[in-house]
Nanobody, 124 residues
Framework: QVQLVESGGGLVQAGASLRLTCTGSDGAFSGYAMGWLRQAPGKEDRDFVA?????????YYDDSVKGRFTVSRDKSANTLYLQMDNLKPEDTAVYYC????????????????WGQGTQVTVSS
């Protein structure tokens, strides 16, 4: 069971930036794609946001965040990042770090490990 811990959420105004960080237990990231999903207020499901392959050669983004969010990873430090720029009120959600068992596309994936989530609130 992988252990994932997110940090970096907060309350910001529209147009601001935040950087989320996810740290994992030793070996948690090894060989697997990692990424972020979010759960907006009042929604039951967690929506795909961004992900990065183990090699870091491939990145995946939902259309709603393309050009504004950047996912990256530091394999040696077992750390995953999500740089969020030009935040919008509709980005308000709990953001979860995700360990992917399978990642084929933004709509075809299987997550087998989650962090506890970090709240991001964007005011207008």
């Amino acid at each position: 069971q992988v252990q994932l811990v997110e940090s970096g959420g907060g309350l910001v105004q529209a147009g601001a930036s935040l950087r989320l960080t996810c740290t994992g237990s030793d070996g948690a990231f090894s060989g697997y794609a990692m990424g972020w999903l979010r759960q907006a207020p009042g929604k039951e499901d967690r929506d795909f946001v961004a992900a990065i392959s183990w090699s870091a050669g491939d990145t995946y983004y939902d259309d709603s965040v393309k050009g504004r969010f950047t996912v990256s990873r530091d394999k040696s430090a077992n750390t995953l990042y999500l740089q969020m720029d030009n935040l919008k009120p509709e980005d308000t959600a709990v953001y979860y770090c995700a360990h992917f068992r399978t990642l084929v596309s933004v709509s075809w994936y299987k997550v087998d490990g989650w962090g506890q989530g970090t709240q991001v609130t964007v005011s207008s």
